[in-house]
């Protein structure tokens, strides 16, 4: 019988280039069959591939003497058939992220008044430790101008590249000291990736000997942060022909939940997948892995996309598509558009949210590739996790909290108590509940009663205390209050021509107790403290030991609270390392954490306006959402 996985025939195994025919497994000869899947289709057609690859936009960089020559080294997946030849782009760009994004006027100089320009020294793909050098025009070199499109590499075929490998891409560059470079990748260190800079170009040619040699640590600052520096390199515009066996390959268009705003390098998987989108996506399950050049980045809207000119820009990634379609024999190199804006489409009516801002970037695709099918992911919902005091008095150093309802609090919790005057009401503080609105807390005394606009924060601790922020009060109703979740209903029916099919990320994302809220902190995975951290509230640690730390990854936000309830919170902190089951804060803390301490996850990150709601998913939450989505739905993204 031929080799299974599952119950499907093995398509193809390879021991280092080499494709094998049969394996042993005893003395007897297992054959490796061909039959389920189909031969290669349009093995001259280029298609996305880069997954790993982002679009360019963050914060630009400036060139410090003495590293003004840098090697960037980015590590590339493949997908799960064959490819041989390919091409880079090397944009003369980035885009805005936040409220302008993504428009495209992260430049060197100024909009309409191009700055320097980026000379490249020398771009090399290595596969199995060979390196093959890319060329632009015949040529090793070239140069990259402010507020182009950019440039890309000839076509290079190489020997045949085994599914799932890894592609590295070194690009040698340099500008004078105080010059500026667009940003493109935060190095992920843990998969092999690199920064180097040096003064000249020679000095880092040696590294093509040492590929794993640490990174110059002048530029390796902020790691596991996003301070971390972006930096140079081929941009998500990656291109490879091969033994494509008709599978989906997409095309999408995303904000900053699609394109991971809260997880950053040091929390990548072996793979470089960030984010829900990223990981779900790539997930080897349903009809498999599934290529993608995600197009946009953080703050991204429909209403912004692939329009605009001068200050406004959004077209030159748009062009560069052109430009692909162009030389590819009048083919895109994508099957299947995917669309999961509509975060930061929200406005006054549902009218103008659905049909002027989010339709109008459909209304474009459509456009630009007629014909072509649309998948729309729904946005997620926002919660706040504050709410406003009706009345704060006190008697002595007692205060009493009036809330329209303590529904989802707890007497012995910690609450954050923030606007009061006289300040002595604010901090952190434990509460006692007395009925359905009140609840008291211990305090140095102050003036009764207190003034201010005066809120109190659980931090997320229970999604039963948190409101509904603007255009996402649940269930979706017709009125305007309910904008997003209006927007998942037409979505799911596809309203208007809105899209052609959707993959819900509903079930993933919602509380179990609280309809169109995130979960709060108590429905997370949470552990233990095993050893004690700090000894006399004085002196500082960075590191704490826990029964269980495989359910948190780096940048996280963590919250530890006295046990064995894990109500109280002792300690909010950000995780920068795990080893083991040891965890290395990003900062320290003096704070006594007893053995059997809970240390929960925060779904997300909070944002810090008011309302201070929950809206991109930290990593516990992107596990929890990447789980409960059906990978059965990819069947969708079939053309």
Not at 203 to 215: H, I, N, R, Y
Not at 415 to 442: E, H, K, M
Not at 475 to 499: F, N
Not at 593 to 615: D, F, N
Request: hydrophobic share 40%.
């Amino acid at each position: 019988m031929p080799l299974m996985l599952g119950d499907r025939p093995i398509k193809s195994l390879f021991l280092g280039s080499t494709a094998l025919s049969s394996i042993f497994v005893g003395d007897t000869s297992i054959p490796i069959v061909d039959t389920e899947f189909p031969p290669a289709v349009d093995p001259d057609r280029f298609l996305f591939f880069g997954s790993r690859a982002r679009m360019p936009s963050g914060n630009i960089v400036t060139a410090a003497a003495g590293t003004n020559y840098f090697c960037s080294k980015i590590v590339i997946p493949t997908p799960q058939y064959v490819t041989r030849t390919f091409k880079f782009h090397l944009p003369g760009f980035a885009s805005t992220e936040g409220g302008n994004s993504p428009q495209e006027t992260i430049v060197t100089g100024t909009v309409g008044t191009p700055g320097n320009s980026v000379p490249v020294d020398a771009m090399f793909m290595r596969v199995k430790g060979v390196f093959h050098q890319l060329t632009f025009g015949g040529s090793n070199t070239v140069t990259v101008a402010d507020q182009t499109n950019g440039v890309w590499t000839d076509e290079k075929t190489i020997p045949d590249v085994a599914p799932e490998s890894n592609i590295e891409l070194w690009l040698f560059y340099h500008t004078a000291a105080g010059e500026k470079v667009w940003p493109v990748y935060r190095v992920q260190k843990h998969r092999g990736e690199r920064i180097w800079g040096a003064n000249d170009n020679a000095s880092l040619l040696g590294f093509m000997a040492d590929p794993l040699a640490d990174c110059t640590a002048a530029l390796d600052t902020g790691y596991g942060t996003q301070a971390q520096p972006q930096y140079y390199g081929p941009d998500a515009f990656m291109l490879a022909k091969g033994d494509w066996d008709g599978r989906p390959v997409a095309l999408a268009f995303v904000d900053s939940i699609g394109e991971s705003r809260q997880e950053f390098s040091a929390a990548a998987d072996a793979r470089g997948m960030l984010g829900y989108l990223r990981r779900y996506l790539d997930k080897p399950a349903g009809i498999g892995r599934i290529p993608f050049c995600m197009i946009g980045m953080p703050g991204a809207g429909s209403v912004r996309e692939y329009t605009g000119t001068g200050t406004s820009i959004a077209t030159r990634r748009r062009d560069i598509v052109r430009e692909i379609i162009a030389f590819n024999n009048g083919k895109w190199p994508f099957t299947v558009v995917i669309n999961q804006l509509g975060q930061n489409d929200t406005a006054a009516t549902y009218a103008q949210y659905f049909t002027t801002n989010y339709r109008s970037n459909v209304t474009r695709i459509r456009t630009e590739y007629p014909g072509v099918k649309i998948v729309a992911f729904p946005p997620m919902g926002r919660t706040d996790t504050q709410k406003s005091l009706t009345s704060l008095t006190s008697v002595g150093t007692v205060a009493t909290a009036t809330l329209p309802s303590t529904t989802g609090l707890r007497s012995g919790q910690t609450l954050s108590i923030s606007g009061a005057t006289p300040t002595a009401y604010n901090g952190s503080v434990v509460i006692t509940v007395i009925d359905g609105t009140r609840f008291t807390y211990n305090f140095a005394g102050g003036t009764s009663p207190a003034t201010g606009t005066i809120r109190v924060n659980d931090l997320g601790l229970d999604a039963l205390f948190t409101n509904y922020t603007a255009n996402n009060v649940w269930p979706a109703a017709a009125d305007d209050a309910s904008g997003k979740w209006r927007l998942r209903a037409d979505i799911l029916a596809q309203t208007s021509a809105c899209c052609d099919a959707a993959i819900d990320t509903y079930a993933g994302f919602v509380s179990a107790f609280k309809g169109g809220a995130w979960p709060g902190m108590l429905e997370l995975p949470s552990t233990t403290l095993t050893a004690q951290s700090g000894t006399d509230g004085v002196v500082t640690y960075n590191t704490i030991t826990v029964a269980d730390a495989s359910i948190f990854r780096p940048e996280q936000q963590i919250n530890i609270y006295s046990g064995p309830d894990g109500i109280a919170r002792l300690s909010t902190q950000t995780i920068a390392s795990i080893a083991g089951n040891v965890i290395t804060y990003q900062a320290t803390s003096a704070v006594v954490l007893p053995v059997g301490s809970v240390v929960r996850p925060s779904a997300a990150l909070q944002e810090s306006s008011t309302p201070i709601s929950l809206v991109h998913p930290f990593p516990i939450m992107i596990d929890r959402i990447v789980a409960g989505m059906d990978q059965g739905e990819k069947v969708k993204l079939v053309a």
